[in-house]
């Protein structure tokens, strides 16, 4: 049956892509189900080359999946209106549909079309800048298709994965992705899906600068997109031709082929192929010195590009305004879009978090390797010996800080010190015995539930045994470094090293670190400090201070609430604040907030453990510098933690 519907198509395809009513006629006497499969493959086959009338096609077949109550088929339907729909640039209707495809996909078990819903939605949110939540989508969708064995559904996620790599400009992951999709594309015989790996690859070739190979890939690409007669291919196949000919000062031909790349993607409506064609040809008049052109064609692209809702069209717009601008000698225009163009860029940057990205591919690959008996085990061992290593690095701490408890007790004759020393030995035993047991606690338990229940466990129960080890890890590991931290400062090992800093590259490394903690609670940090303000500090006490007060803040701070850290320059010193608007303290908690006989265990908006041991740590480390710290804070209004490092 299936031979027979795609030999009917190919047929029907061959004569001017026959129009829809003649295609509805003429399988008018066919099965419901076999009319809404062949409707389909007819919407796949034209969505690109002729959206509108494959959107028309989709949504008669959903129609009839819907009538005889086929939720596979709606499914299938759904999926391929909502690439139809960010074809068209629709991308809040696209997403809509493919949400409404995985639920029904999900409510007859459908995996084929959960894996494409997946992909898909991963993919729109690629497009709109979002790259941390696109790598989450397809990440499900390859894990579903690998189980599969679907080789055409894993080359539509590594495509994606590409491509999230190369906006990254990590161009050898991207052409290792790229590359395994070509290999895919041409085991399945799939020639448009080929022609568009082959084109992906030249454009990363393009990035590198290597226009020799990205020009010899894009003329094959050419020759393949013409074969399948796949008109958007086209246009971004001669873009590419055209690109490597003006970047080789070839004006003329970039010309023609801009051109020709133009009225093709105008033709289809291809608006992202229209803005670039607009800009190259603009650039292209620019460097023949016809700026009046070169003027018209860059305001076409602003326009069509002002009404797309694709972020990363209107960044390169903006650059290439910038870039135009600067050839012009009109340098006021050109750090005017130079301006937008960084402020869209850092909006991105913001929401996409590389290691993140990294990490959760990571997580992927690890957890496609515990499927097997052997690597489960193997893998339960080692955790078992890391869990070793963590109770004889706490033995050893314990030890340390008897030893250095003991040193400082023989040194100190007085009984007001000694009874001083005996509450600091009493404070960092129950630090020890509460503060680690607890994470160690989930570190056992999950481990136990992970080696007994592993394959009954969801994927989805294991992410989240696997997340809460790492945090529970996070926690002890904080601890046992300021542990360590105080007892070098302590013991008077720890070496003391200023140097000239940037005090802002300094608050952004630490605000970087602690971004995943501001995340989870939907919080804000703000940074206002002078780009040019420097300090004599030391550069990991500095840092140890930061990350302290800063993560006591989001501890401490209600979910979608607000961090602030502000520098000001004095005559003598640096005086910085990191101020938030949550728990607050009492007058009688800011008093025993930097003693040592009276660290004790305070709880976080949503529980979490402090000590109150980074603080005291923050005030030695301020000590050596010289400088000042205090605190003021008032219940339920927040707290402000202000300190002072010399110039």
């Not at 700026?291 to 076409?300: G, H, S, V």
């Not at 591919?361 to 078992?384: F, G, H, N, P, W």
Request: charged share 25%.
């Amino acid at each position: 049956m299936k031979t027979l519907i795609l030999f009917f198509l190919q047929t029907t395809f061959l004569f001017a892509q026959a129009n829809l009513d003649s295609l509805m006629k003429s399988i008018s006497a066919k099965p419901d189900t076999a009319r809404a499969r062949i409707l389909n493959d007819y919407a796949w086959i034209n969505r690109s080359k002729n959206p509108n009338s494959a959107l028309k096609s989709s949504e008669e077949a959903l129609k009839i999946a819907r009538a005889i109550n086929n939720k596979n088929l709606q499914a299938r339907s759904l999926n391929l209106m909502g690439v139809i729909y960010r074809n068209l640039g629709n991308y809040d209707k696209s997403i809509s549909v493919y949400t409404n495809a995985l639920r029904i996909a999900e409510e007859v078990k459908d995996s084929v079309q959960i894996a494409y819903s997946y992909n898909n939605l991963g993919g729109i949110y690629r497009l709109q800048g979002n790259n941390t939540l696109a790598l989450e989508y397809i990440l499900k969708a390859l894990s579903v298709f690998e189980n599969l064995k679907h080789k055409e559904g894993i080359s539509f996620c590594t495509i994606n994965i590409g491509l999230i790599y190369r906006r990254q400009g990590n161009y050898v992951k991207a052409l290792e992705y790229l590359n395994y999709t070509l290999r895919l594309r041409e085991e399945i015989n799939d020639r448009p899906g080929k022609a568009l790996a082959l084109n992906l690859i030249a454009e990363v070739h393009f990035d590198l600068g290597e226009f020799n190979a990205a020009l010899k890939y894009y003329l094959e690409v050419e020759k393949e997109y013409q074969a399948v007669d796949d008109k958007k291919g086209l246009a971004a196949a001669w873009g590419g031709i055209a690109g490597v000919y003006y970047e080789q000062k070839n004006y003329q031909s970039a010309l023609e082929y801009r051109n020709k790349s133009l009225e093709l993607a105008t033709k289809i409506n291809y608006l992202e192929g229209q803005v670039h064609n607009h800009i190259n040809l603009g650039l292209i008049y620019a460097q023949l010195k016809n700026f009046q052109k070169a003027d018209l064609e860059f305001a076409e692209a602003l326009r069509i590009a002002n009404s797309m809702k694709e972020i990363y069209v209107q960044i390169d717009t903006y650059k290439n305004f910038a870039k135009y601008n600067e050839m012009k000698n009109n340098y006021k225009e050109a750090l005017l879009y130079f301006k937008k163009y960084t402020t869209l860029k850092d909006s991105i940057m913001k929401q996409e978090n590389i290691a993140l990205i990294t990490e959760m591919e990571a997580i992927y690959k690890s957890e496609r390797a515990e499927k097997e008996k052997t690597v489960l085990m193997k893998d339960l061992e080692l955790r078992e010996k890391q869990t070793n290593y963590l109770i004889i690095i706490l033995l050893l701490i314990v030890v340390m800080v008897v030893i250095i408890y003991s040193r400082y007790l023989s040194k100190k004759a007085a009984n007001k010190k000694l009874q001083e020393l005996n509450a600091v030995k009493d404070t960092f035993f129950r630090l020890i015995a509460h503060d680690l047991k607890t994470p160690f606690n989930a570190i056992f338990g999950y481990t136990e539930m992970l080696k007994e229940d592993f394959t009954i466990l969801s994927e989805e129960e294991k992410l989240k045994y696997i997340t809460d080890i790492g945090r529970a890890s996070k926690q002890s590991y904080q601890l046992l470094e300021n542990l360590l931290l105080w007892s070098q400062s302590e013991s008077g090992r720890i070496e003391f090293n200023p140097q000239t800093l940037n005090l802002k590259l300094i608050i952004l490394e630490s605000k970087e670190l602690l971004m995943p903690a501001a995340k989870n609670k939907n919080i804000e940090i703000a940074v206002e400090c002078d780009d040019n303000l420097t300090v004599n500090a030391d550069m990991q006490m500095l840092t140890t201070i930061f990350r302290n007060l800063i993560s006591n803040a989001i501890k401490f701070t209600y979910p979608g609430g607000n961090v602030i850290i502000h520098a000001i320059d004095e005559p003598k010193n640096v005086k910085i604040s990191i101020k938030d608007n949550g728990l607050g303290m009492s007058d009688e908690t800011v008093k025993r907030l930097f003693k040592l006989n009276e660290v004790s265990t305070f709880n976080g908006t949503q529980g979490e453990k402090g000590t109150g041991l980074g603080l005291i740590l923050c005030k030695e480390f301020v000590s050596l510098h010289k400088g000042k710290i205090k605190v003021d804070s008032e219940p339920g209004k927040g707290s402000t933690f202000i300190f002072t490092i010399p110039k």
